[in-house]
C-alpha cells in the first residue's frame, strides 16, 4: 500500500530512500546501457519494486550525448493507483 506507515510516522514501514539509492547505484556502476531508455526503465523499476511506492518519476541525463545539444534526456514515470494497476508514461 503507497505511503503506508508515512501518516502514522512510523518510520519502519515508510518506504527506505536509502535502500532504493544503494540499489540503483550497484545497478548502474556494474551495468552496460548502450540505450539510455533502458537505464532509465530499468532505475525505474528498482524505484517501484516496493509495494509502497505509490509514485516515481526517473529522468536520466547524458551530458553532451548529442553534438549541438547540452544533454539528451529520458524519463518515465510510475503510478500505483487504488487497486495496484501501474500506469506508465514516458516522456
Given amino acids: 500500500m503507497p505511503f503506508a506507515g508515512v501518516l502514522d510516522d512510523k518510520v519502519d514501514e515508510a518506504l527506505n530512500y ?33 509495494a509502497r511506492t505509490g509514485y516515481a518519476r526517473v529522468r536520466i541525463d547524458k551530458p553532451h550525448a548529442l553534438r549541438l545539444a547540452d544533454s539528451e534526456a529520458v524519463a518515465l514515470e510510475y503510478v500505483a493507483d487504488e487497486a495496484n494497476n501501474i500506469q506508465e508514461n514516458m516522456s
Fill in 18 to 50: 536509502n535502500t532504493i539509492t544503494k540499489r540503483v547505484i550497484d545497478h548502474v556502476e556494474n551495468g552496460r546501457f548502450p540505450l539510455l531508455e533502458k537505464l532509465v526503465a530499468d532505475v525505474r523499476t528498482i524505484c517501484s519494486d516496493d
